[in-house]
């Protein structure tokens, strides 16, 4: 199976995205890339040593360069760093061209897991306060998403279940929304059309 279009999963770090996305792909048999691993792979070093050596600027700059870059890739399935849907180039590019999936999660879940998390460069020396808000700022961009799923008491396996697969199946295969035409604009054809079919029977009747 494949498709112009990629299946996008984001949300906030600690939300499964990567395991999702890994799993779906499975079900789906199509290549997975988590772009946070890419940008790993491709620097040989991890996303924490690169806030810490390089600077946040130098990392989001290099994230929308390599997420850009995955896009162009036809029939995959991409799991986003959590901060990469604020990108304005990245979320347009998604939105535009792509099937995205929010998935959901609770507060206080996310931040339970993010705690226990050394993984996590934004998330150092911040309160639970400070990151709620930032969970409460993204949340506005995730919503942009083209579908939200609810991973609250759901375990991998009851995300990816056979009814989700089918739903994302559809998504893949559905076809282009349906062109709007102004009626103005067509009535303007029909009327050039029934004129140049008099002046072609009036041609018509004079050489006769």
Request: proline content about 1%.
């Amino acid at each position: 199976m494949k498709s112009d279009r990629n299946i996008v999963f984001l949300g906030m770090m600690g939300s499964g995205k990567t395991s999702i996305g890994f799993l779906v792909s499975k079900k789906l048999k199509l290549d997975f890339y988590d772009v946070d691993h890419h940008i790993e792979n491709k620097l040989k070093m991890k996303i924490s040593n690169i806030f810490k050596n390089k600077g946040e600027k130098f990392f989001r700059e290099y994230e929308e360069k390599i997420t850009l870059e995955l896009m162009k890739i036809k029939g995959i399935v991409v799991s986003l760093g959590g901060g990469a849907f604020l990108n304005k180039n990245i979320r347009n590019e998604v939105l535009k061209n792509h099937i995205s999936f929010w998935l959901k999660t609770k507060d206080d879940i996310l931040i339970q897991r993010i705690r226990k998390s050394a993984k996590r460069p934004l998330a150092y020396n911040v309160s639970n306060s400070d990151l709620q808000n930032m969970i409460k700022n993204r949340n506005k961009y995730y919503a942009k998403a083209q579908n939200k799923i609810d991973c609250h008491n759901k375990t991998k396996k009851e995300i990816v279940d056979k009814k989700r697969i089918n739903f994302i199946l559809k998504k893949i295969h559905s076809k282009s929304k349906k062109l709007k035409i102004d009626p103005k604009i067509t009535n303007r054809i029909w009327k050039n059309m029934i004129l140049s079919y008099i002046d072609y029977e009036k041609r018509n009747f004079k050489k006769k």
